[in-house]
């Protein structure tokens, strides 16, 4: 009996290494059937289509299953170890039409037996679902909204945010902005109300690492002639007019729906680098990454789903392995014993970024490097060498507790 115990075991740290670690084991690509012996942990998949900003280039289109496809994945990979731990995976899916009401969507997910449940909704829904009779006992884990609103002031303890908040995003750039002494930051924001916060975050991280603010230039002009035959002349011609006069190390973009920041590159009057949400970008999740093992996630999501896995997809697919992960660690399949542990000191995700990850216990937010790339190279990754931090070195990107104003951290 010892000896069928102990290979049994191997078995198990086998199946979670190759899982989590990415040494080379290849995922099902189908879920194993449960038994009478295996327990079935399930997981709601909430889901909206959002408006589809057409981006300034058409080279690519916006995917239709984004995000959807990275926690298919995660149940996948949590159903390799699963096949060991007797577990069984499942996602529930819902995706409601743009006129249903997500809230009804939400209370029979519930109804159903759903505690655990990845929300994929903008910042406004994300709210009026935690805030539901209903969400009390259920655990919402946000994979698309990263307002920092929601890990500050509207903060709800029934809800993790496992995407990066934009001071997230922000301190993770203007730490590598420090390290190179591009210090003179001129800030170039867009017209909507996305823009306007992830300019306020960059403002924050530029006092927070001691750069200096030049200049906050919003951008005003509508290049409609693009596609024309002498666009590009145009373009040049208004984009060195508007930074002409100008002093400074670094002009960072901030224009999330990208109409007009990847234009800026190359046309600049003097020659300098463009960062923020064009150019040097801070994100969760890069084409061009391949450390960490990191290449073998990414060939299994494009063998899955025949496309490149976007930010979204990766919070996702991180978002169904932390359920995994904390049904695994903690032997369990009760929801409530699950979310316990997902918000415990022992709770560790391996996600591909040479560090173990986990929630703050302040603000629900996940802690984890900020890739720094460009659309053919990762440059460098965040937090940066030098910046220290007396607990972790990855709270020096976001909200530190100190500062936090979510009453979780009161």
Not at 370 to 382: E, F, G, M, R, Y
């Amino acid at each position: 009996m010892m000896v069928r115990a102990t290979f049994r075991d191997i078995l198990v740290a086998a199946a979670m290494a190759a899982s989590l670690l990415g040494t080379g084991v290849q995922a099902q690509t189908a879920a194993p059937q449960p038994t009478p012996q295996t327990a079935t942990i399930s997981i709601g998949y909430l889901r909206q289509p959002m408006p589809v900003h057409m981006p300034s280039s058409f080279m690519e289109t916006p995917p239709a299953n984004e995000g959807i496809a990275g926690a298919k994945l995660g149940i996948t990979d949590n159903n390799t170890t699963g096949r060991f731990t007797g577990q069984n995976f499942v996602l529930d899916d819902v995706a409601v039409p743009p006129d249903a009401d997500v809230a009804d969507a939400f209370r029979k997910l519930v109804a159903n037996g759903h505690g655990l449940i990845v929300v994929d909704l903008p910042a406004a829904a994300l709210l009026e679902l935690a805030d539901l009779p209903e969400a009390k006992s259920a655990t919402l884990l946000n994979v698309s909204a990263r307002d920092d609103e929601l890990r500050q002031e509207q903060c709800r303890a029934n809800v993790l945010h496992v995407i990066p908040s934009r001071a997230m995003l922000a301190d993770a750039l203007v730490q590598y902005l420090v390290l190179k002494r591009w210090r003179n930051v001129l800030l170039v924001p867009g017209p909507t109300d996305a823009d306007k916060a992830y300019a306020d975050a960059v403002e924050r991280a530029v006092k927070k690492f001691g750069a200096r603010l030049v200049e906050t230039k919003p951008w005003t002009f509508d290049l409609g002639a693009r596609r024309t035959d002498t666009g590009h002349f145009q373009i040049a011609a208004e984009v060195g007019s508007f930074t002409q006069g100008i002093s400074y190390d670094v002009l960072v973009v901030a224009d999330e729906e990208d109409n007009f920041g990847s234009d800026i590159p190359f046309r600049t009057s003097d020659p300098r680098p463009v960062a923020g949400t064009q150019g040097l970008t801070p994100v969760a999740w890069a084409r061009p990454f391949e450390q960490w093992g990191a290449t073998q996630l990414q060939n299994r999501f494009r063998r899955q789903s025949q496309r490149w896995m976007t930010e979204r997809d990766y919070a996702a697919w991180m978002a169904v392995r932390a359920v995994g992960e904390a049904g695994t660690r903690a032997h369990t399949a009760d929801q409530d014993q699950i979310a316990q542990f997902i918000r415990s000191d022992k709770f560790k995700l391996a996600a591909f970024k040479g560090v173990e990850l986990s929630f703050r216990a302040w603000d629900g937010q996940l802690r984890q490097p900020i890739l720094l790339a460009d659309a053919d190279s990762l440059v460098s990754v965040s937090p940066q060498p030098g910046f220290l931090h007396q607990f972790s070195e990855l709270d020096t990107l976001g909200i530190d507790q100190p500062e936090s104003k979510c009453s979780l951290a009161k």
